[in-house]
């Protein structure tokens, strides 16, 4: 498996979760790194990205609750969620781009469920 995620699961609304991927040893640890989810229903969607120098990006819809970090000596991403709504409900997933081959990489996506 190239990109793990991990931590999503089951909670309330106005909880908090927070995502894990783990990149393996053969992925560039300077890619640009995002999180991207999928509603039921939707199309796959950005939620936030973030650069091997720490620059980010973050959708409006999460802004002020999400963000987005990097550990590139352990080649992590994260996403801490916060003040979670039910319309998060979706699957997320992490990816990993470089920026110079422009390989792309896709973990296999980790479920967040927000009851209301």
């Known amino acids: 498996v190239q990109l793990q995620a991990s931590g999503g699961g089951l909670v309330q609304a106005g909880g908090s979760l927070r995502l894990a991927c783990a990149a393996s040893e053969n992925i560039n640890s300077e890619n640009n790194m995002g999180w991207y989810r999928q509603a039921p229903g939707k199309q796959r969607e950005l939620v936030a990205q973030i650069t091997s120098g720490g620059s980010t990006i973050i959708v409006d819809s999460v802004k002020g609750r999400f963000t987005i970090s990097r550990d590139n000596r352990k080649n992590t991403l994260y996403l801490q969620m916060n003040s979670l709504k039910p319309e998060d409900t979706a699957v997320y997933y992490c990816?990993?781009?470089?920026?110079?081959?422009?390989?792309?990489?896709w973990g296999q996506g980790t479920l967040v469920t927000v009851s209301s």
């Open positions: 990816r990993s781009r470089d920026p110079i081959t422009a390989a792309d990489y």
